[in-house]
Nanobody
Framework: QVQLVQSGGGLVQAGGSLRLSCAASGRTFSSYAMGWFRQAPGKEREFVAVVSWNGGTLYADFVKGRFTISRDNAKNTVYLQMNSLKPEDTAVYYC?????????????????WGQGTQVAVSS
């Protein structure tokens, strides 16, 4: 059983920065792609970013140039550095482990999810 434990998040003013972390249990972390998704009130969960097993990254258009996803396989941890935050970035953010090592935006291709962490950006 894989567990994903998230940390970080909180309240920040527009233009500020936050970093989210997601620590995974298990010995095969490096073999899987890890993604971040978010869900705002009344909206569906949407893709934010993903890092593949070999470090390749993919971003949603609305975060390109502002967010950076990275992974530290020695620590079994994936990060989401969020800069230039906007009020519309307010949401609950989830990390997730893909079923494979390859980057995908499809949330149905992810089998384990973190508990979620709130990010709130004030104007």
């Amino acid at each position: 059983q894989v567990q994903l434990v998230q940390s970080g998040g909180g309240l920040v003013q527009a233009g500020g920065s936050l970093r989210l972390s997601c620590a995974a249990s298990g010995r095969t972390f490096s073999s899987y792609a890890m993604g971040w998704f978010r869900q705002a009130p009344g909206k569906e969960r949407e893709f934010v970013a993903v890092v593949s097993w070999n470090g390749g990254t993919l971003y949603a258009d609305f975060v390109k140039g502002r967010f950076t996803i990275s992974r530290d396989n020695a620590k079994n941890t994936v990060y989401l550095q969020m800069n230039s935050l906007k009020p519309e970035d307010t949401a609950v953010y989830y990390c997730a482990r893909s079923r494979t090592g390859w980057a995908t935006q499809n949330l149905h291709e992810y089998d384990y999810w973190g508990q979620g962490t709130q990010v709130a950006v004030s104007s």
